[in-house]
Structures are given as structure tokens and as C-alpha cells.
Nanobody
Framework: QLQLVESGGGLVQPGGSLRLSCAAS????????IVWFRQAPGKEREGVSC????????VYADSVKGRFTISEDNAKNTIHLQMNSLKPEDTAVYYC????????????????WGQGTQVTVSS
């Protein structure tokens, strides 16, 4: 079974950067799309970015376009989310998940999820 483990979260000042990683084991990511979600306290879960592994195509939420970059490291079966110019409103628990494709709505779809990593942007 596919297992995902996130890492790289932490506390950073506004304007700073963090790189999150999503390490996969148990199955190759080649046939999946990897989605980064985030959820802040009291807010709905938001899809931040998605990458289709087979062709490398990417999708970003408007809230992070130009600041976040999703990428893959095939050799390590790992997906990264480079987050630059961080803002306090980026504070959330960030999760990676594997689905069969990048979708506009994941509500009724089945995916594999990691345990999440906390990102806090504060001075």
C-alpha cells in the first residue's frame, strides 16, 4: 500500500521560505497525481498545488501562484513544495495526498494521505 510522509514544516517569518517534502513508499508515484492541501484552524481544506507525475503538469491555487513551486524527485520517489514569500495566511497544516489525477474537487474521491506537517508564518 502507498504510504506518504510529509516533512519540512516549521516556524518562519513573513517573507521567508520553506520546502516541504512528501516521501512515498510502497508503490511508485508514476501512476499518480500528488496534491498538496492545507487546512488552517476554523477554515476549509484548500487544495494548494497538484502535479501529475506521468507528464509533469502542474496546477496551483490562485492564492499561491508565483510563490509556491511543486516538483518531483523521481529517484527518491519524493514530491517537494517550495514555498517562498510566505505570508501569515499561509499558516496551516499541510498534507500531501495521492490521487489518480489532478481534480477540481476531491470531496468524493479516494486518495492516500500523509499525516501532515505544520507550517507557521509569524514574526
Amino acid at each position: 500500500q502507498l504510504q506518504l510522509v510529509e516533512s519540512g514544516g516549521g516556524l518562519v517569518q513573513p517573507g521567508g521560505s520553506l520546502r516541504l517534502s512528501c516521501a512515498a513508499s510502497g508503490y511508485s508515484l508514476h501512476y499518480f497525481a500528488i496534491v498538496w492541501f492545507r487546512q488552517a484552524p476554523g477554515k476549509e481544506r484548500e487544495g494548494v498545488s497538484c502535479i501529475t507525475i506521468s507528464d509533469g503538469s502542474t496546477v496551483y491555487a490562485d492564492s499561491v501562484k508565483g510563490r509556491f513551486t511543486i516538483s518531483e524527485d523521481n529517484a527518491k520517489n519524493t514530491i517537494h513544495l517550495q514555498m517562498n514569500s510566505l505570508k501569515p495566511e499561509d499558516t496551516a497544516v499541510y498534507y500531501c495526498a495521492a490521487y489518480s489525477a489532478c481534480y477540481s474537487d476531491y470531496e468524493r474521491r479516494v486518495g492516500y494521505w500523509g499525516q501532515g506537517t505544520q507550517v507557521t508564518v509569524s514574526s
